[in-house]
């Protein structure tokens, strides 16, 4: 049977028609123009709607309403709500065991007043009606003072005020009755406040999802930067922060556990003993940061960066985790210059950071016993050795240096130069060199010393409580057993802590290892 010739329409607004143009007929672009003016509304004799591009061919009687809600993810909220989830927020912040799930799809904006947009309240100063209608009233201007002389007098009383507190308190003016003033500082006590070093702060902070705060256990309160802290809380909510007590093999373990007791009070925090052979506490902060990955399970890998100190063991840290020397370490500060990337797992990534001092009131022997400057650098080493004859217990100096009945630091360092003999021509005793010696004992830990831990009275009530909050039921309750297993390590550790070995890693965690 022959095939039947297709023939093509011939209708002038048929866009398939053959069109070649030479009879002057409407090309293909031409006719879908003319078609799209054609979309106005066809109505009846009394106005009614027949057709129309909007209306539905199923539902003949409905129509799409035209409305900008449907081109944006806004929602609608009444405002006593906002209230009531803003003041349910503030509670949660309040805790730092407490984790907001998808805090991306939160209105940040409007639930945190920033301090510029705060109200002014201005009719709680002064109602409406008596700064505007009929019954306003114009108040006198507050002045310091009505006349001239009353304005005299008060100038006088604030600088007999002034005088009293310089009088009490001569460090706050400077000591120059005898025309001197103290010297400068030298440079190298400012090490570790450089514009660099706090660029590479902040960079680790902002490509960090958990920073890991480490503190030196013999004197944690000493090593920690409040001003961080506060920045990380106001500025980067996202963000979790740890506390880490590294070297706690140099104190006894009642320190270690009062110190872990007073200070998760305020962030989870774990005991460390850095060492690839025999690590303490290595288990545990590998269980904490997997669960923040669990907690972290919208992102496809999560960044612990490691800040603190210089030479309190960020390297060394990471280096045990890694159970193999990736990052260069000394015994001495500064040794890491610039931030690096370590891979721990697929899902697991650390940063190390070179260590940062941040600005207190630490005299230049206070910098120095925390380990901030070299010892070889310095100039007058025996200027500090006093200081640490006051802090040390005199039997624990006896029996690291063999020495008895010393009267003063210069008794002290000319007895051990006898002892060790640091002696110069002629025998004259090297104080520098035995002062330096010392010193390197106190950085290294070869000298027992340790802040004790304040008191605390036993409340299980005040126990950290691990909650989390979302909206989504199913990451709510993975979240909730992940924040729970934080607080878990954290009080496992206080009831087990043990300063020694913790031995390896099971098959399971050295498996995850890269």
Request: charged share 30%; aromatic share 6%.
């Amino acid at each position: 049977m022959a095939k039947k010739k297709e023939t093509k329409g011939k209708h002038s607004l048929d866009a398939n028609r053959t069109a070649d143009g030479s009879n002057g007929s409407r090309s293909a672009a031409t006719v879908r123009r003319l078609k799209m003016y054609n979309s106005r509304p066809k109505r009846n004799s009394s106005g009614k709607i027949l057709k129309h591009e909007f209306q539905s061919k199923d539902l003949p009687s409905t129509r799409i309403q035209p409305d900008r809600r449907w081109f944006g993810n806004t929602r609608v909220i009444v405002q006593k709500e906002l209230e009531v989830f803003r003041q349910e927020l503030q509670n949660h912040q309040s805790s730092n065991y407490n984790v907001i799930l998808r805090g991306k799809k939160l209105p940040m904006s409007l639930l945190n007043d920033h301090q510029k947009q705060a109200k002014a309240h201005l009719l709680e100063r002064e109602p409406f009606e008596h700064a505007f209608g009929p019954k306003r009233k114009r108040k006198r201007p507050k002045l310091l003072a009505s006349d001239y002389e009353s304005l005299l007098m008060k100038a006088d009383g604030l600088q007999d005020a002034f005088d009293q507190k310089i009088a009490a308190n001569p460090s706050l003016e400077g000591d120059e009755e005898d025309g001197f003033r103290d010297a400068v500082r030298h440079t190298m006590f400012e090490k570790g406040q450089s514009k660099r070093i706090w660029g590479e702060l902040y960079k680790v902070i902002d490509s960090s999802d958990v920073v890991v705060q480490v503190l030196d256990a013999r004197d944690p309160q000493g090593t920690r930067c409040y001003h961080l802290e506060k920045h990380l809380k106001e500025n980067c909510i996202h963000k979790h922060l740890i506390f880490l007590l590294n070297k706690c093999d140099l104190i006894p373990a009642w320190a270690t556990k009062g110190w872990l007791r007073v200070l998760s009070k305020e962030y989870p925090t774990l005991a460390f003993h850095a060492s690839i052979t025999k690590p303490f506490g290595k288990g545990s902060l590998l269980s904490v940061l997997r669960q923040f990955a669990r907690l972290k399970s919208d992102k496809q890998a999560i960044s612990v960066g490691f800040i603190g100190y210089p030479n309190v063991g960020k390297s060394s840290v990471i280096n045990t985790l890694r159970t193999k020397n990736v990052c260069k370490v000394a015994p001495i500060p500064g040794e890491t210059k610039v931030w690096q990337y370590i891979t721990l797992t697929k899902r697991i990534f650390l940063i190390d950071c070179p260590g940062v001092v941040y600005p207190n009131s630490d005299s230049e022997t206070d910098i120095v016993l925390k380990g901030v400057v070299r010892v070889s650098n310095l100039q007058d080493a025996a200027e500090h050795i006093g200081e640490v004859l006051r802090r040390v217990k005199r039997d624990h100096l006896e029996r690291a240096y063999k020495i008895k009945d010393w009267e003063d630091e210069s008794d002290f360092l000319l007895k051990l130069c006898h002892l060790s003999g640091k002696l110069l021509k002629g025998g004259e005793p090297d104080l520098m060199t035995a002062a330096k010696m010392v010193l390197h004992d106190w950085q290294r830990g070869k000298i027992p010393f340790f802040v004790s831990p304040p008191q605390q009275e036993d409340d299980d009530s005040k126990e950290p409580n691990a909650n989390a909050a979302g909206d989504n039921g199913e990451a709510l309750g993975n979240s909730l057993e992940a924040m729970r297993a934080i607080a878990d390590v954290t009080s496992q550790q206080l009831d087990d802590i043990l300063v020694g070995s913790e031995g390896e890693l099971n098959e399971e965690v050295s498996g995850d290892l890269v």
